[in-house]
Nanobody, 124 residues
Framework: QVQLVESGGGLVQAGGSLRLSCTASGRIFNSNFVGWFRQAPGKEREFVAAINWNWGHTYTADSVKGRFTISSDNAKNTVYLQMNSLKPDDTAAYYC?????????????????WGQGTQVTVSS
């Protein structure tokens, strides 16, 4: 079982930037996707971005496209989420997760290992 630890969250003003990190202990297989999801109070968990561990192919939600970028450093077993031009609507707890590689990488149900989350708060 892969253990995931997120970091980099915090409080930022609208228009600002943050970079989240997700570091894994344990092996991530080439077929796996590593994804970022977010959940705001009273709302369902929402897909943000995902990256294939082997090929580096990425998926990004329309709501953050052009502002958020997912990347990975396989040597460090770490995935990053660079978030620019942040908006108050981006306020949420952000979670990283690892999927089995089977199924839609935008669907939370296909991800079996989850981190504890890191809070991002964007003030207006």
């Amino acid at each position: 079982q892969v253990q995931l630890v997120e970091s980099g969250g915090g409080l930022v003003q609208a228009g600002g930037s943050l970079r989240l990190s997700c570091t894994a202990s344990g092996r991530i297989f080439n077929s796996n996707f590593v994804g970022w999801f977010r959940q705001a109070p009273g709302k369902e968990r929402e897909f943000v971005a995902a990256i294939n561990w082997n090929w580096g192919h990425t998926y990004t939600a329309d709501s953050v496209k052009g502002r958020f970028t997912i990347s990975s450093d396989n040597a460090k077993n770490t995935v990053y989420l660079q978030m620019n031009s942040l908006k108050p609507d981006d306020t949420a707890a952000y979670y990283c997760a690892v999927s089995s590689g089977v199924g839609n990488p935008k669907t939370a149900a296909n991800f079996g290992s989850w981190g504890q989350g890191t809070q991002v708060t964007v003030s207006s």
